[in-house]
């Protein structure tokens, strides 16, 4: 079985900061993955995907992801955030049509 | 909007009553998922169909659970005989086969049960 680690559960952070959001997955087989954000009530929603390719995978709203297969990461960085993107963050992997989801990051940026 | 819905919103219900919650996909979305999200977790798959046919469950799905895609287009999840650990979010998601493998979340239908 599939398990993603979020090792932060909280991370604050003041506006216009670097950010960086960690997530480890385990995996003996290659695997798709994701980030995700939900705002308070309501669904998740994309923000990056790393399918193949280049490892480091630019997504919406000025968020980036780095592949690393060795240490089995996939962090999430922003390198100026707003107060906008203070919500929950998801990491998660697919495989075979499954998702497995971390236990998430809240990113709470204050002014 | 064409995104994926879910009716209703929230629900309260008391301990033992049945609930049955309807998830609308993308139109032309022919896989279709259910999961579970507690308070401080990420979301935890249960079940997901492709066209009509539920192609698999997990073992968090229990006997008082039960889901169908009668025509292969929305969805029902169904819970019987509710217990308080049955409160959660339940999602429902959408999504092509493909290459993509991503999947478009609905907002979600909360469940409290009293």
């Known amino acids: ?111 | 909007d064409t995104g994926v819905s879910q009716n209703p919103r929230h629900k309260i219900t008391k301990r033992g009553q049945n609930v049955t919650f309807r998830c609308d996909p993308i139109s032309e979305h022919n896989r279709l998922y259910w999961y579970r999200q507690t308070l401080g977790q990420g979301p935890e798959f249960l079940t997901y169909f492709q066209n009509e046919a539920q192609l698999e469950k997990s073992r968090l799905l229990s006997d008082r659970f039960s889901a169908e895609r009668p025509k292969g287009s929305f969805s029902t999840l169904e819970i019987q005989r509710t217990e308080q650990g049955d409160s959660a979010m339940y999602l429902c998601a959408s999504s092509l086969t493909g290459e993509t493998h991503e999947q478009y979340f609905g907002p979600g239908t909360r469940l409290t049960v009293t």
Not at chain 1, 10 to 35: D, G, I, K, M, T
């Open chain 1, 1 to 111: 079985a599939q398990s993603v680690t979020q090792l932060d559960s909280q991370v604050p952070v003041f506006e216009e900061a670097p950010v960086e959001l960690r997530c480890n997955y385990s995996s003996s087989v290659s695997v798709y993955l994701f980030w995700y954000v939900q705002y308070p009530n309501q669904g998740l929603q994309l923000l990056l995907k790393y399918l193949s390719g280049s490892t480091l995978v630019k997504g919406i709203n000025g968020f980036e992801a780095e592949f690393n297969k060795s240490q089995t990461s996939f962090h999430l960085r922003k390198p100026s955030v707003h107060i906008s993107d203070t919500a929950e963050y998801f990491c998660a992997v697919n495989n075979f049509n499954k998702f497995y989801f971390g236990s998430g990051t809240k990113l709470n940026v204050k002014p």
